[in-house]
Nanobody, 123 residues
């Protein structure tokens, strides 16, 4: 089991950018598939992006492809989500996630969750 601590959430104007960070710690952190989910009010928690240990293996939900980039710094045990061209529909609580399956695009594949960080995009 790993512990995930997020940072970088906040408010931004539409069209702006924001970067989220997730610091992971625990046993065999490097073996976990990492990713991001988000949950907007009245909606189910949805998959946003995932990354394998290879870094070349990434997966994104269609709505963020071309705008969001997930990356992983193994030296720092940190996963990042660079979010560009944000719009109001991106407003949600974003959760860092860790799991043992690929792709990490389903809620039931997640074994550990971060506490969540609020991202608010204003028009």
């Amino acid at each position: 089991q790993v512990q995930l601590v997020e940072s970088g959430g906040g408010s931004v104007q539409a069209g702006g950018s924001l970067t989220l960070s997730c610091a992971a710690s625990g046993r065999a952190v490097e073996r976990y598939v990492m990713g991001w989910f988000r949950q907007a009010p009245g909606k189910e928690r949805e998959f946003v992006a995932g990354i394998m240990a290879t870094e070349t293996m990434t997966d994104y939900t269609n709505s963020v492809k071309g705008r969001f980039t997930i990356s992983r710094d193994y030296a720092k045990n940190t996963v990042y989500l660079q979010m560009n061209s944000l719009n109001t529909e991106d407003t949600a609580v974003y959760y860092c996630a860790a799991g043992s399956r690929w792709p990490l695009n389903r809620y039931e594949f997640v074994s550990n969750w971060g506490q969540g960080t609020q991202v608010t995009v204003s028009s």
